[in-house]
């Protein structure tokens, strides 16, 4: 009975709601990559997509999964926020103020001052100690990844998602939730509130880009089988740049995690390992920021537009140095 009772849910939910005009409407789905994804995928025009995870290698496992679901459908992925990516202690530091008033001016007295004095000068020392406290915490906050490290870096590099965000688990997030006062209104200059507001932005121009902006910054890579050689093309009409890779070229510059070592980057692909002869059995763009390419030794790498347009660059600088 599940399936067919989420089903019409879904269809009242999408069919029999009045929205009214609408800046955007943002779904927040359920983990994972079941019917309810496929199906709101599937009848509404989704722009595109925002992935949640959080740092454990599990849930890797299920971004990957949910980019390649949301590419099946056409829909881009444009973010990624890493939710609990560390625990910070963010209490403020606290002490008896009347106690520490006392001492000090007990103090002064000992030392020659009179005790009217005393009172206004053991009321600023408070204040100075207070001040210096909270900016003592404030450098000496520890951000304890309790979940580890997390695979931000790994997904820029392996899916080209540029933008990605780290959410922390902080005491006066959950009290502000309870409260009914989002914690971003009430710490308006806070760090972490400065991540959700550029979270926002970058989902509100990456829309943008979805919907309006043409391609012309998106290399345009064919395979020309007669030459055996990757032909790339950058911009349009007169301002296009053309340039070419051996298949040979691209296929060692694989960053996967399978090419790559993760945490200390260094290269596990030897390049004399790949053969000049390897040949592209097809490509496929992923999303607005990368291209799929399935190569003929069955390695499957994934290339950021960011990462060809850098290859091709260096390619050109290497050439313009020999001929110095």
């Not at 849910?9 to 359920?30: A, H, R």
């Not at 002490?95 to 000090?104: C, R």
């Not at 979940?147 to 959410?167: A, C, D, M, N």
């Not at 003929?296 to 313009?320: C, F, N």
Request: hydrophobic share 35%.
């Amino acid at each position: 009975m599940r399936g067919p009772m989420v089903a019409q849910l879904l269809d009242q939910f999408l069919d029999l709601t009045f929205w009214g005009p609408l800046d955007y409407l943002i779904l927040d789905m359920p983990p994972g990559t079941g019917d309810i994804q496929l199906t709101l995928s599937q009848k509404l025009n989704i722009t595109a997509a925002v992935i949640v995870t959080t740092p454990q290698e599990l849930s890797f496992v299920d971004v990957e999964r949910g980019i390649e679901m949301f590419d099946t459908v056409n829909v881009p992925c444009i973010s990624v926020v890493e939710n609990m990516a560390y625990l910070e202690v963010d209490e403020e530091p606290k002490f008896n103020e009347k106690k520490m008033m006392d001492a000090l001016g007990k103090a002064l007295q000992e030392n020659g001052i009179q005790k009217d004095p005393t009172d206004k000068m053991a009321e600023k020392l408070v204040d100075v100690v207070k001040a210096s406290m909270k900016e003592s915490q404030k450098e000496e906050n520890t951000k304890l990844r309790i979940f580890g490290q997390g695979h931000k870096k790994r997904l820029s590099e392996q899916w080209g998602i540029e933008h990605t965000y780290s959410v922390p688990l902080m005491q006066k997030i959950a009290a502000n939730g309870d409260s009914g006062t989002p914690f971003v209104m009430e710490y308006p200059d806070s760090e972490q509130a400065g991540v959700y507001s550029a979270l926002a932005g970058t989902v509100a121009r990456e829309v943008v880009k979805v919907q309006y902006a043409n391609n012309r910054n998106r290399p345009t890579v064919a395979y020309n089988s007669e030459k055996h050689e990757l032909e790339i093309s950058i911009g349009e009409d007169d301002n296009q740049e053309s340039d070419t890779l051996s298949p040979a070229e691209l296929r060692r510059d694989c960053k996967c995690a399978a090419c790559v070592e993760e945490l200390s980057g260094k290269q596990i692909l030897k390049p004399e390992d790949v053969k000049d002869s390897i040949k592209p059995v097809s490509m496929n763009p992923t999303g607005n920021y990368a291209l799929s390419v399935d190569w003929s030794d069955g390695h499957k790498s994934l290339y950021p537009y960011k990462q060809i347009r850098s290859v091709l660059r260096t390619k050109k600088a290497e050439r313009e140095t020999a001929n110095v």
